[in-house]
């Protein structure tokens, strides 16, 4: 599809612009390492050009997730552990 715009030359092929994008979705459970109780599950979609997100990175962000939700303590948190059910 070609712009449109007067005097302009430019063309825009979305399905090559994306053709490199890589999303992963995954659910992650923040638990209470002590208890065993689950505090939280979070679905959480991370991606980018050319990347493949690690599972640290999902865990960061569903830990964030929890410490918002104030269901876990942001000072402790070697007190959590992680489940991708």
């Given at each position: ?18 053709a490199h994008k ?50 876990a303590d942001a000072?402790?948190?070697?007190q959590y552990t992680?489940?991708?059910?």
């Amino acid at each position: 599809m070609a712009d449109s715009s007067a005097g302009s030359n430019l063309v825009w092929f979305p399905e090559i612009v994306n053709a490199h994008k890589q999303e992963r979705a995954m659910d992650v459970q923040i638990i209470e390492a002590k208890t065993g109780r689950l505090l939280g599950t979070y679905p959480i979609v991370l991606g980018g050009l050319n990347y493949t997100p690690s599972e640290h990175e999902f865990f960061d962000l569903a830990w964030r997730c929890a410490v918002d939700d104030k269901l876990a303590d942001a000072n402790h948190r070697d007190q959590y552990t992680i489940r991708f059910p």
